[in-house]
């Protein structure tokens, strides 16, 4: 056998939304491109392989916020000329066909959509509960923590209950005018559920870890959220920052 057939090759499910509508504004949502692309590449060129899965397969909505101008990175960029990487999204997996066992650890990329329908999805709360349950990591950027809100701990608690985590805030909430459209304020709800809620100024990169739970703030921390995932892959566990 060869050495290279004795490396392991990380295997990570990336999780995005299928939700498409921003509440009752007639304004669309969805994923929020930069922290799906910065968190890919970081991961992709680490020599993980990725997986993309959402609610209802195929194509995940995107928030058209995050095509404009002001919000490009050097990833989404990188993104726009990747064909491999856009079919892959194109072509997500259905959530209800994933299994937990096939992967090393899971990443839920943001936008708005996350807070409709990943907060209630059975199938991303199952997984969520397995990969917890089964030592894996799991992470999360912006609004991407609303699919932890409904969680359970094997204890039947709340598993957000005493963790160290973070999300958008409510600050960049009202900033982006959307406090009366969203379902509810992300802060608040962990809060609500337990959580040590903590955040950093608003639009930097600010990040939390509580063993296998890692958190970012806002797309500014999706690559440092994408950094931490990786160690924890490796075994290289923190506490919360």
């Known amino acids: 056998m060869s050495f290279k057939q004795n490396i392991k090759i990380m295997k990570v499910l990336i999780v995005m939304t299928s939700h498409s509508e921003l509440g009752n504004s007639k304004e669309k949502t969805g994923f929020w491109i930069e922290e799906f692309a910065s968190p890919y590449y970081v991961m992709a060129d680490a020599g993980a392989t ?116 973070t999300s958008f805030s409510n600050t960049e909430e009202e900033a982006v005018k959307l406090t009366k459209i969203v379902p509810f304020l992300l802060e608040d709800e962990l809060k609500k559920h337990g959580a040590v809620y903590t955040k950093g100024a608003d639009w930097s990169s600010y990040t939390q870890q509580d063993d296998l739970l890692i958190t970012g703030q806002n797309p500014a921390s999706s690559e440092a959220v994408a950094k931490l995932l990786l160690k924890a892959i490796k075994g290289e566990k923190q506490n919360h920052l």
């Open 50 to 165: 990725i997986i993309i899965a959402s609610p209802k397969g195929g194509q995940p909505p995107v928030d058209p916020k995050s095509e404009l101008e002001d919000a490009q990175t050097a990833s989404t960029l990188r993104f726009y000329k990747d064909e491999l990487a856009i079919d892959k999204v194109a072509n997500s997996i259905k959530l209800s066909d994933i299994k937990y066992q096939d992967y090393d650890a899971v990443f839920y990329p943001g936008g708005h959509g996350p807070l409709w329908d990943l907060a209630t999805d059975k199938d991303s709360i199952k997984l969520i509960e397995d990969f917890y349950n089964h030592q894996k990591p799991i992470a999360f950027v912006c609004h991407a923590p609303a699919a932890l809100v409904n969680v359970k701990a094997e204890n039947g608690e709340s598993l957000v209950k005493g963790k160290h985590l």
